[in-house]
């Protein structure tokens, strides 16, 4: 059984330009909700704030990137590759974690 981990970048404050959506940390957690339904254990999601980021080098070299960018945040990342930006759309997540191999729970 494949399994993925999905990162959510961002931070306590809304993005400037993203004022009518849900915080970074609000996305993460219902972005949590919905893969965990979806995919069970096999989607582990976690929210790294680009302000004071925890974790591996390569997670707090993105951070790092999120802000050095000026990407719109929450920044959905999975395997590396950025997913979505600003509003993400879950269909475009399990499309890419599909893609990836991780299988829909029956």
Not at 38 to 58: L, T
Not at 73 to 102: D, F, H, S
Request: charged share 25%; with cysteine.
């Amino acid at each position: 059984m494949k399994t993925i981990t999905v990162f959510v970048y961002g931070a306590e404050q809304i993005c400037p330009s993203c004022v009518n959506f849900p915080s970074a940390k609000e996305t993460s957690s219902w972005l949590e909700a919905a893969l965990k339904r979806k995919y069970g254990e096999q989607v582990d999601v976690r929210y790294v704030d680009i302000h004071e980021p925890v974790g591996s080098a390569e997670t707090v070299a993105f951070a790092k990137r999120v802000l050095d960018e000026d990407l719109w945040y929450p920044v959905v990342v999975i395997e590396g590759e950025i997913v979505a930006e600003g509003n993400p759309k879950l269909k475009e997540i399990c499309q890419k974690i599909e893609r990836v191999g991780v299988k829909q729970l029956s």
